[in-house]
């Protein structure tokens, strides 16, 4: 709600946040938040609100984010590797991951989840998007990821019918997902499933997530996926695998852990990992109060961190010393 009010013998602007959610969001994998703060913006002396936004940004909490692109191109010698691996789940997870498939053959990805206690483990995804060729940025699984249909930008195409350059390389194409409903699966004491990806022949009771299995990627293929699930009970261990035979998972291979340098190549800018504590989503919440009277760029204020001297540290592992900066735009 909007209204003017009289502050200090002043004239100022009143907002009340009346909370909304998109409408048919039910399947989107976050719910929106917003401060019910009353926010107060004074009138300038040239009839407009002032209104300086302070960006923070901030990691939402409630669960973990697991995060996996390292080494980005898959190599021979990835094959039948354990990339990355999480034990003793339990709780809400995110996962992401890109790879290329530089190993010269066709091979699968999948999240193996591994029940290494004695009762049973549910698991439950929320959402899940994956797919196995186009473009690097996984537009189609991150579509299918949030539920919502991707349109191409109305400046995609120059009038001359090619793609504007500032697009090239993206492959976008107008997208509309498959609806996605969650599934829920329990999982035996010493039995494993693939919560995407994967093979279902050696599944247990050949469970598909989302219709994520059975699909190799092909040599010179990227490979993106995005899910958000939940483990409860049990001891689960969650094991992305690259492999080109069943055999290789159940032979449980000891994780590969963070790839520096091979062949005399760089990989240190390539993460792996997980979060522990932040569910993979970075939020913030920005007001700008306007009117007939405003004009010009909006003012905004945000403090970010850096390391001065970022530039000449290139090895892996290099100590940073950032130092904090405030930038501002107020005019």
Same mark, same amino acid.
């Given at each position: 709600?909007?209204?003017?009010?009289?502050?200090?013998?002043?004239?100022?602007?009143?907002?009340?946040?009346?909370?909304?959610?998109?409408?048919?969001? =039910?399947?989107?994998?976050?719910?929106?938040?917003?401060?019910?703060?009353?926010?107060?913006?004074?009138?300038?002396?040239?009839?407009?609100?002032?209104?300086?936004?302070?960006?923070?940004?901030?990691?939402?909490? =409630?669960?973990?984010?697991?995060?996996?692109?390292?080494?980005?191109?898959?190599?021979?010698?990835?094959?039948?590797?354990?990339?990355?691996?999480?034990?003793?789940?339990?709780?809400?997870?995110?996962?992401?991951?890109?790879?290329?498939?530089?190993?010269?053959?066709?091979?699968?990805? !999948?999240?193996?989840?591994?029940?290494?206690?004695?009762?049973?483990?549910?698991?439950?995804? *929320?959402?899940?998007?994956?797919?196995?060729?186009?473009?690097?940025?996984?537009?189609?699984?991150?579509?299918?990821?949030?539920?919502?249909?991707?349109?191409?930008?109305?400046?995609?195409?120059?009038?001359?019918?090619?793609?504007?350059? @500032?697009?090239?390389?993206?492959?976008?194409?107008?997208?509309?997902?498959?609806?996605?409903?969650?599934?829920?699966?329990?999982?035996?004491?010493?039995?494993? @499933?693939?919560?995407? !990806?994967?093979?279902?022949?050696?599944?247990?009771?050949?469970?598909?997530?989302? =219709?994520?299995?059975?699909?190799?990627?092909?040599?010179?293929?990227?490979?993106?996926?995005?899910?958000?699930?939940?483990?409860?009970?049990?001891?689960?261990? !969650?094991?992305?695998?690259? *492999?080109?035979?069943?055999?290789?998972?159940?032979?449980?291979?000891?994780?590969?852990? *963070?790839?520096?340098?091979?062949?005399?190549?760089?990989?240190?800018?390539?993460?792996?990992?997980?979060?522990?504590?932040? @569910?993979?989503?970075?939020?913030?919440?920005?007001?700008?109060?306007?009117?007939?009277?405003?004009?010009?760029?909006?003012?905004?204020?945000?403090?970010?961190?850096?390391?001065?001297?970022?530039?000449?540290?290139?090895?892996?592992?290099?100590?940073?010393?950032?130092?904090?900066?405030?930038?501002?735009?107020?005019?």
């Amino acid at each position: 709600m909007l209204r003017y009010i009289e502050q200090d013998g002043s004239r100022a602007l009143e907002y009340r946040p009346e909370p909304r959610q998109r409408q048919d969001d =039910g399947s989107f994998p976050f719910d929106n938040r917003f401060s019910a703060e009353t926010r107060i913006f004074p009138i300038g002396s040239d009839g407009a609100p002032v209104c300086v936004n302070e960006i923070v940004c901030r990691k939402r909490t =409630g669960g973990s984010y697991i995060y996996s692109n390292n080494p980005e191109m898959l190599a021979p010698e990835d094959v039948g590797a354990a990339l990355l691996r999480s034990t003793h789940m339990q709780g809400r997870y995110m996962f992401t991951f890109e790879h290329s498939n530089h190993t010269g053959q066709t091979v699968w990805l !999948g999240y193996q989840l591994y029940n290494a206690g004695d009762t049973p483990v549910t698991a439950t995804v *929320y959402n899940i998007g994956y797919q196995t060729d186009g473009e690097w940025l996984g537009q189609r699984s991150w579509s299918d990821y949030f539920n919502l249909e991707f349109r191409l930008p109305a400046e995609y195409f120059l009038p001359d019918g090619s793609v504007n350059p @500032i697009y090239v390389g993206c492959d976008y194409v107008s997208y509309t997902p498959r609806r996605y409903e969650a599934q829920q699966v329990i999982i035996p004491p010493g039995a494993y @499933i693939y919560l995407f !990806g994967g093979t279902t022949a050696d599944a247990y009771a050949h469970t598909d997530i989302g =219709g994520t299995a059975d699909r190799p990627v092909g040599t010179g293929k990227c490979c993106n996926g995005a899910m958000l699930f939940e483990l409860r009970g049990g001891d689960p261990t !969650g094991t992305f695998y690259c *492999y080109s035979d069943p055999a290789q998972v159940q032979a449980a291979p000891p994780e590969q852990g *963070y790839i520096v340098t091979r062949s005399g190549r760089n990989y240190a800018a390539q993460y792996k990992g997980i979060d522990h504590g932040h @569910i993979g989503l970075l939020e913030t919440e920005i007001i700008w109060a306007v009117g007939d009277a405003t004009r010009g760029r909006m003012p905004v204020r945000c403090t970010n961190r850096r390391d001065p001297e970022w530039q000449s540290k290139k090895t892996p592992y290099a100590a940073y010393a950032p130092q904090s900066y405030t930038f501002t735009n107020d005019n």
